[in-house]
């Protein structure tokens, strides 16, 4: 379903794309993925490369997820959203995003839809540029995301000091981290960077690095595939 909400950070009207799970009651409430997606995507950059709803409705049939409502917004909070001339312009625009996300976004898809409330029913993940988004507003925001999903994340992540400045604030939140990459992506160091931090404080974090493969959809939808089963339990 595309569905459209009006943005107070932009000023405009802005659309995402809502996956709702096969046996969706709407007397029955349910915890939210926010899933993004990479620098020259937009709100249907999932369902066209990576068949969300195909791993989804397969990980029901084996129950091997909690259902969930996922949204796939747009990242590029600016005016102008489209992928289009040159998609590394729009750096600001998915910073953006952040405020775009958490003031009407969020609220948006909380009083249209039956949703859990409190962090530990939100998490958010990503790929790419999407990746390094959900690391920056997930860590930062740890008293909105109980679930933080990194996927090939880009040199958009921040630094892992700022991301973990207080690694007693990351433990006593209880925030599960979990990313994947490809053995042979040029941005693993953004990933390995980060897990390597983890390791040296003792934070929990799961870094996968997915054999022989690049920055592609193979690992994304493993990573999608994968987080999905592990987050909401």
């Not at 990980?59 to 091997?64: C, G, P, Q, R």
């Not at 007693?168 to 390597?196: H, I, P, Q």
Request: aromatic residues 12%; contains cysteine; charged residues 20%.
């Amino acid at each position: 379903v595309t569905i459209e909400y009006e943005s107070k950070t932009v000023g405009t009207v802005r659309k995402a794309t809502v996956y709702l799970p096969p046996k969706y009651k709407a007397n029955k409430k349910y915890p939210v993925l926010y899933l993004l997606h990479g620098i020259g995507g937009d709100e249907v950059e999932w369902l066209n490369g990576g068949a969300p709803n195909v791993i989804m409705d397969n990980l029901y049939a084996d129950k091997k997820a909690k259902d969930m409502i996922i949204v796939m917004p747009n990242g590029r909070a600016q005016k102008d959203d489209r992928a289009v001339g040159n998609v590394y312009a729009g750096s600001a625009a998915f910073a953006n995003f952040e405020y775009d996300l958490l003031n009407d976004l969020i609220p948006y898809i909380e009083s249209h839809y039956k949703v859990l409330p409190g962090k530990q029913n939100r998490a958010v993940a990503g790929l790419s540029m999407g990746g390094g988004q959900s690391l920056n507003f997930g860590l930062g925001h740890m008293d909105k995301f109980a679930y933080v999903g990194g996927f090939s994340s880009a040199p958009n992540t921040k630094m892992p000091e700022e991301l973990i400045p207080s690694v007693e604030e990351f433990n006593k939140a209880k925030t599960f981290l979990w990313m994947v990459c490809g053995s042979e992506d040029g941005l693993m160091y953004n990933s390995s960077r980060l897990k390597a931090y983890c390791d040296e404080k003792g934070v929990p974090c799961t870094l996968i690095e997915y054999p022989g493969e690049g920055h592609n959809f193979v690992v994304w939808k493993y990573g999608l595939y994968n987080f999905a089963q592990k987050i909401f339990r």
